[in-house]
Nanobody
Framework: VQLQASGGGLVQPGGSLRLSCAIS????????RAWFRRAPGREREFVAA???????TVYADSVKGRFTISGDAANTVYLQMDNLKPEDTAVYYC????????????????????WGQGTQVTVSS
């Protein structure tokens, strides 16, 4: 499985970006896809996840109401980021789980088997 993230860049506070993650191989229908991020000097943290079979979503409290995760039939997952703040500045990573995923585990890094290379998002005026 290969994951290719794209769409990062520099944006002003209040602006929007849309990240994409193309997943190259077929995975379990029960699998989840997620976005995590790592800000400078901080540990990687969960952002959002979507379960493929029923499209259930989970969000970190810090992004609820501003970010939206979605996926399409072509095995691509998106992260629409609106009303961006300077504290959203980080490298964003997409991840994929090959097996059946329970909702309560979707925010845990250990759930995910495959990771993309990361894309930089910088929010600054």
């Amino acid at each position: 499985v290969q994951l290719q993230a794209s769409g990062g860049g520099l944006v002003q506070p209040g602006g929007s970006l849309r990240l994409s993650c193309a997943i190259s191989a077929r995975t379990s229908t029960g699998g989840a896809r997620a976005w995590f991020r790592r800000a400078p000097g901080r540990e990687r943290e969960f952002v959002a996840a979507i379960r493929k079979r029923d499209r259930r979503t989970v969000y970190a409290d810090s992004v609820k109401g501003r970010f939206t995760i979605s996926g399409d039939a072509a095995n691509t997952v998106y992260l629409q980021m609106d009303n961006l703040k300077p504290e959203d500045t980080a490298v964003y990573y997409c991840a994929s789980d090959r097996g059946g995923t329970i909702l309560s585990a979707m925010s845990s890094e250990s759930t995910y088997d495959d990771w993309g290379q990361g894309t930089q998002v910088t929010v600054s005026s």
